[in-house]
Every structure is written in C-alpha cells, then in structure tokens.
C-alpha cells in the first residue's frame, strides 16, 4: 500500500511532487522519496534522489533538489523490507539511467532474485522492487529501448503491480498498472501520474484513468497508451471529473480525524440525497436476483453487513454479507441470477477486487458504493454509485461509514417504496447532530478518556441493529489506541465472552429504545454482577449503567450515529496515549494488496 506521483510540465517537480504526496499519505508514511532528473552545463542528464524516514509532515517544497520539470514520488507502506533510508523508494539503476517506484508486491520476487544473483547483480534493499529494476537493466542489455525493457520486464512480475520508471537518458517517464491502481492527470501542458486522482485534483480535473495489462509513455510533450501484452498502441479518453473533491484542509481542527467526525452531520445528508430515480435501476436489480450478496473489507465489511441487515430487516430481501478476503469458500454459489453490492471507501481495495473478478466470472452481477470517484471498484460495476462524503484524510475511517449506512438505509427504504419517509429520518438524524457535537460532550468524552487508557482490555456489546456497530466501534478504538478492545453480539455473552470480564473490565452496552433492549439491560446486569464497569451507550440512561454517553435522537435508526461516540473515545484516548489519531502504526488506507 504505497502511493505514486510523477509530474511534467512546466512548474517545479519537486515541489508538484511533494504536494501530491501528501495527498496521498493516507496511503503510506513509513517513509517517502523523490527524485528528479535535470541538465548539467554539458546538457547532460542527471538525476537527483532525495529520500526520507517518517511522514512529510508540514513540508510545502523541497529545497535539497534541483530546479526540474520532470520527475517522480513515492510514499511507502512497508511490505518487503524494514522501514529505513536505503528500503524507500524511488530505487534508481546502477549506472543511475533511470529511477523506478512501485506499489504493490511482487509474489514472486524470491525466484526473480535468485536468477538475478546468478547474473551477478547484487542487492542493496530488502524491497521487491529493486528485483523490478535489475530486470529492466537485464533486459536493456539486448533491447536497447527503455519502454520496450520496462515492459519486458513487467510481464515477469506476479501479483497486483503498478510501477513508474523515468528515464535520465531521454527524460522519459513509463508506467504500467496491473491490479494497483494508476491514473494520469492532464493539465496544460503538464501531466500527473498518481495512485489516484485526490492527488492532483488541486491542479487539474482532467484525468485518463488507465486500466489492468495497460502502459502509459510520456515522451516529448506527448503521451501514448499502450497495451502491455502486445505492446500495441491503444485510444483513450481524457475524463473530467467532479471538482468538489479538491479540497484538503483541517479548518482549523487539530486532526482530520475530528474534522471528519464532525463533518458526519453533513456527510450523512449527502450520501443520502439519491433520487428515487437514481436508485430505481439497483431497486429493480435486487428485485430480480436471487441472492444479494454484499462485500467489503475492514470498515467497509461492516457497512456491507449492516446494509445486507437493512435489507432483509426492512426490505425483507435475501441479502448476505461476505467478507472479501474470505469469499472462496462462496465461488460454487455464484450465478448469474446474484447481485453483489461491493462497498470500498477508496475502491481499490485489492481484495475487494479480486471478489468482484470471482463474482464477475460466474455472471453475477455487480453494483458497488465507494467515496473515490473513477475508481477500479466504480468502473468494474454494472451500477455505481458513490458515497459523495468529499476526501477522507484520517486512515481510520469515520464519516465514510455512517455514509455507507446512510444509503444502505436509503436503499431498503426505497425497495418498499418508502423512499422519501427514510429519506426525511435519515437527514433528521443528521440535522440532530449540528446539536451533538457539543463543549460538554467533548468535555465528558474527554474525562472519560483520561480513566479508559488506564485499563488495557475492553468489550462492547450490542444486538440487532447495533451488532455491526459493536464490531466498528471496537475496531476504530483498537486502530487509534493500540489497545485491545474487542466486540462482540450482546446474544454471544454467556456463550463464553463473560468468562473474560472481570472486576474493573471496562464493557460498553449499545442500548437502543427497541425490541433489543431489554436483553441489552439483560446483558448489562449480567456483566456488572462479575464487576464489570459498564458503560451504557444510548438515547436512555439506566442504573445499571456506571457510565453514561448519550447518541442522538432518532427515528427508530439509531445505528447510524451510534458509532460516533466510539469514534470520539477512540480520539481522545488517543490524544491521551500520544498516539497521531490521523497516522495509526501500521495502517495504510488504501489497501492495494493482498
């Protein structure tokens, strides 16, 4: 999970670069680099690489690189290799010809070392990628033509790739995509390569967005599209794109998480002011299929298990819930009577993709919901449609989901032609947020926050309509946190999870007013009698709560704002441990790879 820029034109590379680059630090940042190739007084190529551990932070141009108008980024996720100078990208050639990223992995990079070795090249990094650039320089050695060799070399790879090579002998940059995404902006006379388009979106709305097996070649001021396999020159179409999605600020929020958490009482609105109309083609497709199928991974898995839940709860539709990761065991179900609905916050989420491809396969048909306009997700669908929740900054994801929910609810609503009755909950529940975010409930959440972090395991609960939220809210705390907080279905208690809670064991109780209820309290008496200190999250408090943090009103879909005080805990415990709740260890946003 890495993120690619290159730029041409007339501006300053580096500094292009580096302000693409931190558009797409959601998508990596171990560690980050650039490169750019400029003329000495002979006129001469050379090239200049400056590389960095850690995240680019508030940097705004780069002053160690030359004036250059040709040139590449990368910001990295490790997968091959610690994180350290000599493993960041771009990784340049021997003789310095050219200079190469990557995002992806190679699957069999182990058997390309090996047979490199034996041709005597000798390895620096303990990165896959520097096997892609000995390749390129075997494969020179006969071929004499850069993008012929790069594409030669290309084809050897295995998994989900999508590199970028800039040549200094011809100032020439080449990439190839392959399961990873790439996408070019086209501005006047300049171009962008980018892991997708939130990255120049600032600087233009035009896009050529290009698809698996294909390779793109700037060469003089003119870019050709070529298909990888037979090398074959190929059309394409320059995109406009909708420039609502340019803008990247904090405004004047200390973090982007909570600028995001807040913007949920807009966000909401927005994913959820679908027509009828525009709904009508997805209605009319669920109703003729046999089985609705929706999938997602992470955060998107549970906005998918939520809507499969709206769905046969309100519509009544035999909808089920996969996890992309896990949808093998599924292949021999698939016909083409099925519908699968894919959910994504990016929609390039590889295994997502590759669920779609096994679904695609077997006839099905696709629909999906992303927040990435022009995405693969998006573009491999029969009906596409997007969450409209404008760029998610914070790698932990906040209004992306409750947007997701917010359709999903639209969507049941609408196949029992109640399309404007849930439509007017849906934005009530939103218009009661602009009172929700409040000094006081800060204020609590924050005391709150100071006694949690003391405490090292914690459970939450919830049934029906709030079990997926359960599951959420545990895994938004455990991202930001680092600490092990588990959920669970408040049904599955005495089947085993109350032999963990003991004296002191922090349990959070989603407890909406409905049909749960009472076995939500039910559960809460149960755990407080083992010592259990609970905390009652809900429209109603009760004695047995030793705690208290109230959701906002609703009409009966609680579910989708109760996970917004978990997303506040998980901020300010974070805030508290000195965790950067934007930047979690470990995590990428994107997940590009298996």
Known sequence: MCGIFGYVGKR??????????????YRGYDSWGVAVVTKDKLNSSKIDVLKKVGAIGDLEEIKDLPESNIGVGHTRWATHGGVNYVNAHPHYASDKSFVLAQNGIVENYQELKEDLKKLG?????????????????????????????????????????????????????VAVRNGSPLVVGVGDDEFFFASDTLSFLDKTNKAIFINDREMIEYKEGKIKLFNVETSEEIDFKIRTLDEKQTEISKEGFDHYMIKEIVEQKHTIKEASVYSAEELLPLVNQIKKSKTVYTVGAGTAYFAASQTAFFLRKIAGIRAIELKAYEMDSYKNLFTKDDLVIAFSQSGETADTIEALELAKSKGSKIASLVNMVGSTTSRMSDLSYYCRSGPEICVASTKAFTAKQAWGLLLAGSIISQHSEMQKKIHNSANNLEGYFTDELFTQIKKLSKKLIEKEHFFVLGRGQNFNIALEAALKVKEITYKHFEGFAGGELKHGVIALVDKGT????????????????????????????????GQSNNDLFDDFIPTVQSEGIDALTNVIPFQLISYFMALELGNDPDKPRNLAKSVTVK
């Open 121 to 173: 090249y000798k390895f620096e990094t303990e990165t896959d990628t520097e096997i892609i650039v000995h390749l390129i320089e075997e494969k020179l050695k006969t071929t004499k033509k850069f993008k012929e060799a790069v594409r030669q070399s290309f084809l050897e790879l295995k998994g989900r790739n999508t590199i970028i090579a800039l040549s200094t002998v011809d100032q020439r940059i």
């Open 506 to 537: 922090p349990v959070f109780v989603i407890s909406s007013d409905d049909e749960d209820l009472e076995n939500m309290l039910s559960a809460s008496a149960q755990v407080k009698a083992r010592g259990a200190w609970v905390i009652g999250v």
């Open 12 to 25: 300053n590379a580096g500094n292009m670069i580096v302000s693409g680059l931190k558009r797409l630090e």
